[in-house]
Structures are given as C-alpha cells and as structure tokens.
C-alpha cells in the first residue's frame, strides 16, 4: 500500500482497513501503519477520529518512533474538536525524555496554531521551555513553530542566544537554515550597526574595519571607535564554517547573514561559496544568480576575480543566460569592458533570440556606464543593423535611439541609415523607434523626414497602433519645422487618424489638431506648440532591473518574486543605541565551571560582569586562555617551526616569544591592577576576534591546527610591547598580504580548478580597454571574413610589479605600475599602464592625480581621471596611455595629492613596447619576407 502512495496513486479508499491494524503487537506493521494514517487522516478526518482513543494509548508507548508517530497522526486530524486533546498532547511530547520526540511535538506546535491561533499563549509557554533544549535535533524544530507562532517575541531568544550560536554546526541542514535566518532578524535589533564607517558619522571609524585591523585598534580605542559586540562576533564567527556546506539553502543562508550584519571588509568570503553554488541544476543556479546580481550592483569588487564564472554556457537555460548577463553588466569597468564586449560579440550570435536581444540591451548599458566605449559600442550596433536577424535588428535600433538620445552630437549618418531600414523592418518597437528619432532630429535631416512621412502616410492604416502614434507625432513635427512641404501630407494623415478604430490614436489626431492647426478656436497653447513637441527630452536611464530590490531580505521568496510574499518578516534597521548586552547572560555557575580548561589556574578573582560568559565560550571555541603566559611563548615557537607559510610568520613568533616573557611579569602584578588587566582583557577579546577572522578569511576552510594555535598564540600574550611588536609584524606582514597568498594555499575539498587563476584575495590588474573593440564589434555583422593580422590576447601576462612611489616617499601613498599587455583604449600607439595606488595610512588622502609632466621630444601621455578621495587601507587600479615612441626613454611625471607632489618615474622594458599578434604561418613568412627586402633596400 505505501508504495502504491509513493509511486503517487490514490489509497485511500483503504483507510478503514488499515486504521484496524493501528493495535497491531508488531511494531514494525504500526510504524507502517502510522506512515500511512499520516498520509490521509486530514482527508479521511471522520474515520481518524474513530481510533483517537488508540492514537492517545499510543503516545505512551515504549517506543519513541511509536510516540513520534502518534502525536504526528493526531496533529495531522485538523478537526477543532481534539484542540484540547492535541495541547495535552504537545505538552506531554515537549517533556518526554526522546529528543526525537520532542522535535515532533515543536513540529505539532505549528499545526495547532494554524487550527486554532487562540491556543497562542499556551503553545508560547511550550515554545519558551522547548527553546531551552539541548538537543541539536529540537533546535531547528523549535526555532521553525517560533517563526511561525511568535516572530515578534524576540525576548525568548536572549537566554538562549549563545547557545543557538554554538549548536549550530551540529543541527540538521534545514534546521540551520531557520536558525540562521532568525539569529539575522535577531541580530539586526540587539547589536548597532557594525556599517557606521561607511555612513560618513565618524571619520575615525573608518579605519577599524579596514584590511588593518589589528594595527588600528589601538588608536580607535582612544577615539572612542565602534567595538563590535562579542555576541555579534560570535554569530559571526560560528556561522563562518557552515560556508562549506553540502546544502545549497545553508550556504545562501549564511551569505545573507554575512551581507545583512556583518562588517562591510568580512562580506567578501561569501562571494567564492556563492560561485560554487553555480555548479547545482538550474534552480539553485537561478536563486543565486538573482542574489549576486543584486549584491554586485553595490560590491562590484566582490565578484570581479570570478568574472569568468559569469560566461554564458551554450547549456544553460534562457533565464539563467540572462541573469549571468545581468551579472556581466554589474561587474562591468575600464579594465575588464575588452574582455567583455569581445564576450558580447559571441552571445549575439546565439539561436536563442530572446537571450541575443538581452545582449544587445547589455550592450547599450555598457556604453552608458562606461563612456569610454560609447563610441565603439554605437558602431557595433550600427553593424548589427545589416544583420540577416530581424530580432537582432529590431533590438539594435531600439538601443541606438536610446544611445543617440543621451548623446546630443551630430549622428545625421547613422539616422540616415536607419531611415533607410524601414522599408525592411516590421517589429513594430523598431519602426517607432526609428519615427522618434527622424522626428526628434528633422531638422538635421530635412531631406528624409518629409519622405519619410509620405511612406508612412501610405501604409498607415495597417500599421501597428505603436506606429500609428509615431507617425503622428512625426506629422506634427514636420508641420512645425517644414509647413511648406508636409503641409498637406499632416492634414492626410490627421484625417486617417480621426476615423482610426483605437481611441488612443482618435484622441491623440483630436489634441494634435487643436494645438498645431491654428483656427479660431484654438487656445493659448498653440503659440508654444512647437515648445511642445520638440522640446529637449531627458535621456531614459539604464538602469539594473535589480537595483530596488535590496530592500528585501536576501535568499527570501520576497526577493526573487520582487514583491513582499505572505509571511515575509522584514528586517528592521539596526538601532541607534544597542540594548543592554547583559540580558543574554545566562547566571548558571555549574555551566561556567564546566567549560573552564584544566589545569587553568585562575590568579584574580573571577569577573561576574559582561564579559563572563562570553569570555568563556570564546575559550572553549579558540582553545587558548588568556592568563597563561607560557603558552603564548611555546605556540610563538610553534610558529617558527610549523606554519613557516604565514604572512611574517618568524617575524611575528619572535615578538610573541618575547612578549610572552615579559607578560609572566604582568601577571604577577595582576592582583594590584585589577582595573587595569580587566581594560586588557577587553581589548583583547576584540582583538583576538579580529585576528581568528583575518586568519580565516585567509584560507579556504578553517581546518589547519597550526594556524588556530597561532594565531591563538598571537592574543595570548597581554604584555605593553605587544603593540609595537604588532605595529612591524603589520609593516613587515602587509606586502606579503596583497600578494603572497599563494604560499598559504590550504588543500581543500573547495579548491576546483576554475578557482586556481584566483588564489589571491585581491583582484588582479585586469587588461584595460583595447582600441581595436571597433574593429571587434564590427565582426558582430556575422560576416565570415578576418583580417590577415589581428591583434589577440597574450597568452602570458607576468604578474611581477614595479614600484613607482614608495609608501614612505609617499607619506603612506604607495603606488606600484604594471604591463598587462593589452591594446591601450586611448589611442592605438600607446602602451596600456595599470597603476595600483595604496592608501597606507589612517586618514583618508585626497585629490589624488598627475601633475606636471617632463617627457622627452614626441612621448605623449594619457593620464587617469583624478579619484575624489582614497579611503583608509584602500586600493585603486587605474588605466593609463604611454607613447614611449618606440624606445625605452623614461616618463617623468608628479603624482599628486591634495597635500603634496611626488616626481616619479615609468621606463619600460623593451618587451613591453610590443603587441601579441595571431597569424597564419603563410602569412608570418610573407611578413618576414617584406622585413627582409626592406632591411635589403636600407643597406
């Protein structure tokens, strides 16, 4: 019988012989039973409610699977008659000594309240004494029927805060998923926003949460600077692991949790989880790629480096196709747009239609943003307009008139062209488009429009209404412009309209008439008719169908439909003041106990205030105890011996081994500085937080001991020279940050090839625009033909960088220059120069451009636009053009800020004067050839 149900066919005309066997001895035949009465006793409600008695017998059995069973069959009997025998039920279950029994009594709570939502009260008193549990198995369970009966009550969560946060790896998958989206609600009302850097309140918060934590607390400190809550961190911290998920829900889940509460310079480890998660089938790839798409409108950088995980397979579905597009779009810059549009220039050839017009669309977007290419996009599109493809066509017309309409420049040609489209296109969209722009530019073309007009008098009444009202609207203009020659033409086409069968168009040839053909009755406004029509339009704007949809929680069903769903539980905006931290403070002395290491020593009187219980929790989960000096000097060695791969890592040992020392001293006094140890330990726990984060964010998965220790090591010791050791280990330890990450590539399940070319945590100097993108774009007209000599991408780019100002010349301005060896956008002789500048200070520098230029007879120079200002521990790349004529003279110019002028110098080697050209070996010897007949002739 249940495997009639499983394969989906109808058993319940059965259910009076089965029910009968609910008393069988066999326990076996009464889980089966039981599997089946769950099944149907909603529908057969009536025949349940015979053998309730037997359901109620049942939930004393010996068996937990029997009483699970039982109070599920009696929970699934939604008659409101057995309310009170279900409440007595749950009561009973959420007591019985089985977890598994009271994760079905949670379960039952949210049945009963959908049945009766008066039973609230009661069913919240089971929920509060269920949410005190334990087991990792009720806690998913019991956090689902507290979403579900009362979200608003967060007061039940502050006990139980801590002990959510550290069960969480061990609940089940879907379990986690409930727990996390709670614990974010949570966290948005009890903690203060950890973003104030970002608001612009204080200028001195900017500096915490920079890529120098550790070198900058400190100073903050002083300043009064935001502190993140160790409650806060916790979650942070415990829900880091779950990244590495199985489950797809799990790994969104914490993605979110990270994007909604966690410091702005933490969100970044998400973003390789995420394109993991893009190896799933289609309907895990479409949810994500709608998160990212709306993450990347705001954090471009955090998806730059997997830029190629966004290219559209030939596979993937159309949906999927055009949210990677989106994606593309978002992600698009000065640096990568080459690489892109070069992209482009294939998916507009695609058979699926609809994905080749998105494309197009794409490509007007890019144009827009990024006004570099608007030229060269325009071109393409130009090219496009010869395309076999009527769709292809239709899309690209549409995008011109948006392109030409933000550029006011003289494009009489390409309106021309397009004029001369209309006989052949029919998509309806296209031909008004086409109407618009002749009518909005008849002046520039006073040849064509009347013409145009005559055509479309002739076919009007079988025009699509769209282009009904284009052709009137291009009447009137004419009229306005050219009275003498459309005159009669206008008139023509108003009658036509009068009698139209669409009122839209009758009501538009009514207003038009009045307000351009003058009679006795027209008003005041025919005197500006003209102002009217041909008034200066504001050009449309472009933009990401994404951009509104932030306001919804990310991984919810709000966010994919774009509309609030039924249950949806907003998230509220952080408060202003946190709430008093102390009501997560669970007084239980025994648990206290329980969680100190052996053999700990304790030589100060245990603090009862706000660090207590967090404080310990932190020990258990870092192994490492604040008060024992030695340990910080023998993991300082294991450093030196084991985890050579860390960034300064013998540095950093030695200054901890030493550090170690003198803090045996400080513990010694520790009794007569009580206030003072405690201030200490304070700071310490933030900082010990701040560098597990740094540690971990740094690997792929938190799985190496080595590192634990050591970096548990690096907050032991508690000593006054630990801050000036951390000031040179930061120095020494920064440089190999940005770019000596390869060394500490852990081994790990994640580590798949398509991630190998982005092992650094910075983005890598991306090739910048290529001049040659015209003769690209071009090639999307389908033609066949190729030029014999075409420019291609290098096949090696070397990652080494030259130093162009040092930070110390710099007063913390750093700036290193590199060859990507790529085409340069600013002109076809220029050598393309990527620029890396680094703001190694505490304050924000500004203005930062090039001054006066000393280059040698006929070297030209391209330069970047100024940046505005470059925050704390911040890193830009930009894009700049050298014509080094040829030789290897050296550019001399000034880099400036707003403060002060540095002189600089860029030489390039001689192989970077050159570009990587492809070319048949038939046409590489006739080039050889016509070399050495011109060397001949010289000599």
């Given at each position: ?371 570099e290419v608007t030229d060269t996009c325009l071109n393409g599109l ?399 007209n389908l033609s066949a033909s190729s030029s014999v000599i075409s ?149």
């Amino acid at each position: 019988i249940l495997q009639m149900i499983a394969k989906g066919k109808n058993a319940s005309e059965l259910f009076p012989a089965v029910v009968k066997n609910v008393a069988s001895k066999n326990i076996e035949i009464k889980k089966l039973v039981y599997v089946y009465l769950v099944r149907y006793a909603e529908e057969q409600q009536d025949l349940a409610l015979l053998s309730i008695s037997t359901f109620q017998r049942a939930l004393k059995d010996p068996n937990q699977l029997i009483r699970a069973s039982a109070l599920r069959v009696l929970s699934s009997i939604r008659v409101p008659i057995i309310v009170p025998i279900m409440m007595l039920a749950i009561k009973e279950a959420s007591a019985d000594l089985s977890p598994y029994v009271r994760k079905n009594a949670a379960h039952a709570i949210q049945k009963l309240y959908s049945l009766d939502p008066e039973q609230k009260e009661m069913l919240i008193e089971i929920i509060e004494k269920l949410l005190k549990d334990k087991s990792t198995l009720v806690a998913g369970s019991v956090v689902m029927a507290f979403e579900e009966v009362c979200p608003d009550r967060i007061d039940l969560i502050h006990k139980n805060y801590r002990k959510l946060c550290n069960l969480l790896v061990d609940v089940e998958e879907w379990g986690q998923v409930v727990i996390i989206h709670m614990l974010t609600r949570y966290a948005r009302t009890q903690f203060v926003s950890p973003w104030k850097e970002d608001d612009g309140l204080e200028d001195n918060e900017k500096d915490f949460y920079d890529s120098d934590e550790e070198q900058k607390e400190k100073s903050d400190k002083r300043k009064k600077a935001y502190t993140m809550d160790p409650d806060h961190r916790l979650l942070i911290r415990n829900t880091k692991p779950l990244l590495q998920s199985r489950n797809a829900a799990v790994v969104m889940a914490v993605a979110q949790l990270y994007w909604h509460i966690a410091p702005k310079s933490e969100v970044g480890i998400i973003s390789k989880p995420l394109v993991r998660l893009l190896r799933s089938n289609r309907e895990v790839q479409y949810i994500v790629l709608q998160n990212i798409a709306t993450m990347s409108i705001q954090r471009k950088g955090m998806f730059e480096p997997y830029l190629k995980s966004f290219y559209v397979r030939s596979t993937d579905p159309t949906m999927i196709k055009i949210l990677k597009l989106e994606i593309l779009t978002n992600l698009a810059n000065e640096a990568n747009i080459s690489t892109l549009l070069r992209e482009f220039q294939t998916y507009v050839k695609s058979q699926d239609k609809q994905f080749a017009a998105a494309t197009i669309q794409t490509i007007g977007r890019c144009a827009t943003n990024i006004s570099e290419v608007t030229d060269t996009c325009l071109n393409g599109l130009v090219c496009l307009l010869s395309n076999r493809d009527e769709i292809v066509v239709a899309e690209s017309v549409v995008v011109i008139k948006k392109l030409l309409q933000m550029q006011p420049i003289q494009h009489g040609e390409i309106i021309k062209h397009m004029a001369k489209l209309l006989d052949s296109i029919t998509v309806p969209v296209a031909r008004a488009s086409i109407l618009w722009l002749i009518g909005e530019n008849c002046e520039r073309v006073p040849i064509i429009a009347p013409d145009v007009l005559r055509k479309m008098a002739k076919s009007f009444t079988s025009e699509d209404d769209l282009v009904k009202l284009q052709i009137l609207n291009l009447g009137a203009k004419l009229y306005l412009t050219n009275s003498r020659q459309t005159k009669l033409l206008t008139q023509y086409i108003l009658n036509l309209g009068k009698y139209d069968q669409n009122y839209d168009i009758r009501d538009r040839t009514r207003f038009i008439r009045q307000l351009i053909v003058p009679n006795e009755k027209s008003g005041a406004l025919s005197k500006y008719a003209k102002k009217i029509f041909l008034a200066q339009k504001p050009a449309p704007l472009l933009e990401s169908p994404f951009k509104d949809r932030d306001h919804f929680q990310l991984g919810t069903l709000s966010h994919t439909l774009n509309t609030k769903a039924t249950g949806y539980l907003e998230l509220s905006n952080w408060p202003e003041v946190a709430p008093d931290p102390s009501v997560r403070n669970v007084e239980v002395i025994e648990l206290a106990k329980e969680w100190t290491p052996a053999g700990k020593a304790k030589k100060e009187k245990p603090d009862k205030k706000f660090y207590s219980e967090s404080e310990e929790e932190e020990d258990s989960s870092e192994s490492s105890s604040d008060s024992e000096s030695e340990s910080g000097s023998e993991s300082g060695e294991q450093d030196e011996e084991g985890d050579s791969s860390e960034d300064s890592s013998e540095d950093s040992s030695e200054h901890q081994s030493e550090s170690g020392s003198e803090s045996e001293a400080e513990n010694k006094r520790a009794g007569q500085k009580s206030s003072r140890t405690k201030g200490k330990r304070d700071s310490e726990d933030v900082d010990k937080e701040n560098e597990n984060s740094k540690t971990s964010d740094s690997s792929d998965a938190e799985s190496s001991s080595i590192e634990g220790s050591s970096s548990g090591s690096e907050s032991e010791s508690v000593s006054e020279s630990e801050s000036e050791s951390r000031k040179v280990t930061k120095e020494k330890g920064k440089k190999p940050k940005q770019d000596g990450n390869p060394l500490t590539k852990d081994v790990s399940l994640l580590d798949l090839d398509d991630f190998n070319p982005v092992s650094t945590p910075v983005a890598l100097p991306v090739p910048a625009l290529s001049p040659s993108l015209i003769a690209d774009l071009e090639g999307l007209n389908l033609s066949a033909s190729s030029s014999v000599i075409s420019v291609s991408t290098p096949v090696f780019v070397p990652m080494t960088t030259h130093v162009l100002l040092h930070r110390m010349s710099g007063k913390g301005l750093a700036a290193h220059y590199s060859f990507p060896r790529q085409p340069c956008i600013f002109g076809d002789k220029m050598v393309s120069v990527q620029i890396t500048l680094n703001n190694t200070t505490d304050r924000k520098i500004e203005n930062i451009h090039i001054g006066e230029k000393k280059l040698p007879m006929g070297m030209q120079m391209h330069v970047f636009n100024p940046i505005g200002s470059l925050e704390p521990g911040g890193s830009i790349t930009v894009s700049m053009g050298i014509d080094f004529c040829d030789s290897t003279q050296t550019a001399s110019l000034q880099l400036c800020t707003k403060d002060d002028c540095f002189s600089v110098n860029i030489q390039p080697p001689v192989g970077e004067l050159l570009l990587p050209v492809a070319m048949s070996e038939k046409d590489f010897k006739k080039e050889q050839g016509l070399q050495l007949k011109l060397c001949t002739v010289g000599h």
